[in-house]
């Protein structure tokens, strides 16, 4: 199983990215999906999360409104859409595919049962 995040980058703040998360050797249809990051020092916290039909999402207070998850299961890839970056976004994004087929919406640390590679979001002020 691997989930092979990419789309990262420098950009200026203010600016847009688009993350994506393509799984090989595993369907990701069954899964709620979630992007994590974790900026140098600090611990690693959910970004936005995803249900397995895309019916539910949720996100972090300090992206709501800027950032956008999204999931094409046809192509076995989840999305990040980032707009209006700011420096304290810069950080490692991970994708992250929850432990249970049956937790809808993975949250947290614990609720993710395997991790993506991680690509870095620098953002410059």
């Known amino acids: 199983v691997q989930l092979q995040a990419s789309g990262g980058g420098l950009v200026q703040a203010g600016g847009s990215l688009r993350l994506s998360c393509a799984a090989r050797?595993?369907?990701?249809?069954?899964?709620?999906m979630a992007w994590f990051r974790q900026a140098p020092g600090k611990e690693r916290d959910v970004v936005a999360s995803?249900?397995?039909?895309?019916?539910?999402?949720d996100y972090s207070d300090s992206v709501k409104g800027r950032f956008t998850i999204s999931r094409d299961n046809a192509k076995n890839t989840v999305y990040l859409q980032m707009n209006s970056l700011k420096s304290e976004d810069t950080a490692v994004y991970y994708c992250?595919?929850?432990?249970?087929?049956?937790?809808?919406?993975?949250?947290?640390?614990?609720?993710?049962?395997?991790w993506g590679q991680g690509t870095q979001v620098t953002v410059s002020s």
């Open positions: 992250a595919r929850a432990i249970s087929t049956t937790l809808t919406v993975p949250q947290h640390v614990a609720d993710i049962g395997h």
């Open positions: 050797g595993l369907s990701l249809s069954n899964w709620g």
């Open positions: 995803i249900s397995r039909r895309s019916g539910i999402t």
